[in-house]
């Protein structure tokens, strides 16, 4: 099959980068970047780390509202499919890139497959909760990652095309863990980044939720952040630039013992997280990673789209919002102080990750969508 996939941000090029070498192997991929994401550290960086190919057509659409880039989006998408003519466009989970590549083919006939179909926040005051109802209601092939997610599609009356697939990020942090468990990977990430980090003395955090850049809840996780951090425990946290520009917008200036370092790569993301105490975030990516890795994570949102990392019993996991007392509470029962260095030591001893076959089953749906097998997903 003759596959479009659309990215443009951080997270969906670290899931093409799960899926394009089988994606490229059983079908001919076109390789289209939005470019909603354009610094070095929140793009460029990750095509040479992760071995993504250079897109066929960079589009350099970022910056602007919502309206504007998705609009601007359209404009340029339109005409290149048309001209490019593909069996499917392929779009990754709930970004304005999503949106206007999932809208651009569904107007123009051409089926689109939609990779973590399914996710539900139930809170449309989310940009992306509204993009991800869209891809789906437009969408033939949806490859749901979870089962909560196929009994949403369920309820909104979508049943056909849809594929339970797992979880694609979970075959990349899979392929990447064991270059992450050794306390030397961490000692390597320390020194670049000219910070004294050891084993379980430090937290990791990211934030970068667009309810999260207000000055009101800015002010409020960015005393969180401070009342979590200790002088023998500091608080690093991989700044989204979005977010840096909101905080200086708002000139709010992040307490002592918040350490700021740039967005980083997929793998010392992933090195930072699994050597913390814990972790704190709104990134759905960093949440899922963190419950893989079996850090304690504290979730600075109010609900998930992912609900099997903050349900059950052996969750790690925790929604606390912005609640400075109840993130104190649930950091001090998770991570507590004294035992957290023994923690993340065997933690990282006794990773081991395996992957979801997840990118296997996406491309095997759509080969037998293609006319040669059989397959669960519904063709065209
Ligand atoms: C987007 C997605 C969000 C996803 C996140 C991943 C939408 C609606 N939101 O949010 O679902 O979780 O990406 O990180 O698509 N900026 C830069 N440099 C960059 C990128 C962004 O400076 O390389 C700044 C710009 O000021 C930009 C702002 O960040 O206007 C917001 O970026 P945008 O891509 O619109 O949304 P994100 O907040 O990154
Ligand atoms: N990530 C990264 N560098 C960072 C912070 C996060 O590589 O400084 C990775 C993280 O490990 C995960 C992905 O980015 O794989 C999550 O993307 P993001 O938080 O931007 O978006 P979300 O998942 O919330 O849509």
């Excluded at 320390?190 to 910070?195: H, T």
């Excluded at 990673?289 to 109010?302: S, Y």
Aim: hydrophobic share 45%; charged share 20%; glycine share 10%.
């Amino acid at each position: 099959m003759r596959i479009v996939s659309v990215v443009g941000t951080r997270p969906q090029l670290i899931k093409a980068a799960a899926l394009q070498p089988v994606l490229r192997r059983d079908h001919a991929e076109i390789f289209v970047d939005t470019g909603q994401h354009y610094d070095e550290a929140m793009a460029g960086s990750f095509f040479d780390e992760l071995g993504l190919a250079r897109p066929d057509y960079s589009l350099g659409l970022g910056g602007g509202g919502h309206g504007e880039q998705t609009g601007r989006m359209l404009i340029a998408l339109e005409p290149l499919l048309g001209d490019l003519a593909p069996d499917a466009v392929l779009v990754y989970g709930d970004t304005n890139s999503t949106l206007a590549g999932s809208l651009a083919a569904a107007k123009m006939g051409i089926p689109v497959a939609h990779v973590e179909a399914g996710l539900r926040s139930f809170d449309r005051r989310m940009p992306e909760e509204l993009n991800r109802i869209v891809a789906d209601h437009l969408a033939t092939w949806l490859f749901a990652p979870t089962s909560a997610a196929v009994s949403n599609l369920a309820s909104e009356g979508i049943s056909g095309g849809v594929t339970e697939v797992g979880d694609l990020m979970l075959d990349l942090a899979a392929r990447m863990s064991a270059t992450l468990r050794e306390p030397a990977a961490l000692a390597e990430v320390a020194e670049r980044l000219d910070l004294k980090l050891l084993p379980g003395r430090y937290l990791f955090a990211t934030v970068h939720r667009a309810e999260n850049r207000s000055p009101e809840a800015m002010a409020a996780w960015a005393a969180l952040l401070g009342a979590a951090a200790t002088a023998d425990r500091p608080v690093v946290l991989a700044l989204h630039p979005g977010t840096a520009a909101a905080l200086s917008g708002a000139g709010i200036r992040l307490p002592d013992g918040v350490l700021v370092v740039e967005p980083q790569g997929y793998r010392t993301s992933l090195t930072l997280q699994l050597h913390a105490a814990a972790v704190l975030t709104d990134s759905g990516g960093v949440q899922r990673e963190a419950a893989w890795l079996g850090v304690p994570c504290l979730v600075l949102r109010t609900s998930t789209e992912w609900v099997e990392t903050v349900s059950g019993g052996d969750t790690s996991s925790v929604l606390v919002g912005l609640d400075r007392e109840m993130a104190a509470r649930e950091l001090a029962a998770r991570a507590p102080i004294g035992t957290s260095e023994e923690r993340a030591a065997e933690r990282a001893r006794n990773l081991s990750l395996k992957g979801a076959g997840t990118a296997d089953r996406i491309s095997a749906v759509l080969a037998g969508a293609d006319g040669t097998t059989g397959a669960s997903g519904t063709a065209p």
